[in-house]
């Protein structure tokens, strides 16, 4: 058995970067990318190429698709049908293309994404504009190449007598790239073309003044004039385009948002079904009715509000929330010398004179080989007509053609084509006539010549034709601009106002984290004391606020969360509400809410007051706060804790102008006050200052703020069960960060350690124990003691333990009439 030992052994990696390489390189040089000199993907230019080669063209019939569609696929583009077929649709939208380059016949799709009829039904034929881009083909004006199977020539580009990549832009995504040039105005690419053809080294704010900047076939407004000029110099930048838009007012004193243009490539019915989803989904109020009221004079989309909406504030949040407005996003990629490049404006056009260049040196050099050869034998016949008795003589006694010819060359010293020429005379061309109109035609041959000679031979000329050119399909096919520029970017603003429904509701946050908002209705339908509620969970805030109010949540672990209130879950009052952590990432296991702070507005004349439980405090201003763009899932720090086992005790919200004392208890039962004054200003990422003089085993239990003077009392409970009123004006002001006094008296067998400390007046308190017994006190029932004493006892320390936790509970909120 004979072996074959041609067998390469390759690796898989070899073959596969090999064989992904070259396919990477087919599908950017011949499919997906246009060329920067005709500006046609091949798919394109195989169209153009063999409806023009078929004769189909603008000033003939229109004809079957399915025709057009064969015989390219037959001859020049051995890919599916269907991918021609949508080449060719998209070349004659006239909302895709600037300026068309097929005219059909038949349902062409639409702006709505509908699809275009089947080939069998269409009818189509190239645009007059189309010859424009192929005119000179036949002239040896591009080099052709064989086809996929060697039976035809194609050409590897387009005359093209304009810079199509410009004026009808292009977009496509293959390997490794992407491109999408927008479509520009035939008038102003034209006019930037020339004066770049006379001003060579023209800079590109120069040339921007013939090309402001795409002018799309769908119009709208286009801002942005830095970031234009940005994506004119090396291919990239992004633009914003925005619908043309009008308030009009209606009967019954409303309005309506009319919307007459929208941004390219935007599909008309899904922008008008996402209005409308708004709507129905009530995200914002105030609209009426969103409807499609386009028709054969042109694009009318109407949104109809309700009476004394917000129009300015509606419109602006559906240019936000829909494609209203786009970001266009410039990534101008095109083959250049058979790479792909991402290229700028001027260098598009600087490829596309050197084309032009090209086309126009080799048509002249084509036009003039055609014109000498018609000199030469025009001037044979001229002197055939001059001795026409001795060239018919000659001929007559010749024995054929062949040799009447050679007769004619030998005799009378006629080249072979002249004499190949006198031959095939018709004898009625012997006339007297004949002779003048050769002189004539000799005589315009003879300039002719020279003319293309000087185009040859003096660059100048050869610019000016290609000027010339240019002016001429200006002048035919101009149009003016739809796309208005704006330079500056609108910024949009939204006013809560616009986006929510003003309504009072009720808030609740408990200390677990649960957090949400019921209508008044679902409050009142409940008791109170029905909110839903895990168990162990208790109620750290309830509050009636409005829709357009904001919460900031403050917890243990120093984080700020910010909230409006219209963005909480709509729950009843008795569902439990949604976590925090469903929305915050990275929340601590052990965080919890310790304090909310409902506000219309943020008070730069308010400041935070944060007592940390390792002794440290500071003074934040509330301005501080302002909501962040990243708010819905992280939170902002109020304090940068020096020890990550340091959490927040307490923490106020007061009037910088009011005067107040900071009221401190330590665990081993030292109590210390001082003016909040001396506490300082800063800002969220500071750590702050001493607030007390620890000793090793201490910490901060809790803090108050209470007045200088007057009567503040304050609640103490003690791990023992032990409860004790006091007032806090009863230590003197000492300076911050001082040791204290004792607020109890130290025993020397099992001391009173302090577990919780508030105020003493008008609140309820739940005491649990180690056992989990619970014990409700009220602490006004308790007399007012002096520092040294430890108060009376409520819970028995010998039969439940310790008290493990103790609660301030919230009273129910009395809804106002």
Partial sequence: MEHNHNVQELTLEEVMGDRFGRYSKYIIQERALPDIRDGLKPVQRRILFSMNKDGNTYEKAFRKSAKSVGNIMGNYHPHGDSSIYEAMVRMSQDWKLRAILIE????????????????????????????EL?????????????????????????????????????????????????????????????????????????????????????????????????????????????????????????????????????????????????????????????RDETDRTGLRIVVELKKDANAEGILNYLFKNTELQINYNFNMVAIDEMRPKQVGLLTILNSYIKHRRDVVLKRSRFELDKAQKRQHIVDGLMKALSILDEVIATIRGSKDKKDAKNNLIVAHGFTEAQAEAIVNLQLYRLTNTDITQLQQEAKELAAYIAELKKILDNETELLSVIKKELKEVKKSYGQPRLTQIEAEIKELKIETEVLVAQEDVIV???HDGYIKRSSLRSYAASKPEELGMKDGDFVLY??????????????????????????????????IGEHISQTMLNMAVDEAIIAVYP?????????????????????????????????????LAIVKFKDTEDVITNVFLVDENDALDVFLVSYRGFGLRYALSEVPVVGPKAAGVKSMNLKADDFVVNGQLVYPMGDNPVIIVTQRGAVKRMLAQELNQLGRAKRGLMVLRELKNNPHRIVYMGNGSDQTLVLTNQKGQQTEISVNQFNIADRTSNGSFVMDEKNGGQIMDVQELKHPIIIKD
């Fill in 134 to 290: 192929l005119k000179d083909i036949e002239k040896e004006t591009i080099d052709m190449v064989w086809n996929f199977d060697d039976t035809e020539k194609e050409p590897t580009v387009l005359p093209a007598k304009f810079p199509n990549l410009l004026v009808n832009g292009s977009t496509g995504i293959s390997a490794g790239y992407a491109t999408e040039i927008p479509t520009h105005n035939l008038t102003e690419v034209i006019n930037g073309t020339i004066y770049l053809i006379d001003h060579p080294t023209a800079t590109l704010d120069k040339l921007m003044e013939f090309i402001p900047g795409p002018d799309f076939p769908t119009g709208g407004i286009l801002q942005g004039k830095a970031e234009l000029k940005k994506a004119y110099e090396n291919g990239r930048g992004k633009v914003i385009l925005r619908s043309l838009t009008e308030i009009e007012k209606i009967k019954g004193n409303k309005e309506q948002i009319v919307v007459t243009e929208i941004p390219y490539e935007v599909n008309k019915a899904t922008l008008v079904k996402k209005i409308d989803e708004i709507r129905l989904a009530k995200k914002i109020d105030g609209i009426a009715e969103v």
């Fill in 104 to 131: 059909m016949h038949g349902n062409n799709g639409s702006m709505d994404g509908d699809p275009p009829a089947a080939m069998r039904y269409t009818e189509a034929r190239l645009s007059q504009l189309s010859g």
């Fill in 542 to 575: 309830t509050g009636e606020v409005n829709t357009l109010d904001h919460l900031l949540l403050i917890t243990n672990k120093g984080n700020v969360i910010y909230r409006p209130v219209h963005e909480l879950p709509d729950l009843r009052w008795k569902e």
């Fill in 599 to 635: 506000y219309k507005q943020l008070d730069p004349a308010k400041n935070f007051v944060v007592i940390t439980k390792n002794g440290f405090i500071k003074q934040t201003k509330m301005s501080e706060f302002e909501p962040w763009r990243t708010y819905k899932s992280r939170p």
């Fill in 508 to 510: 609740s946050v408990t």
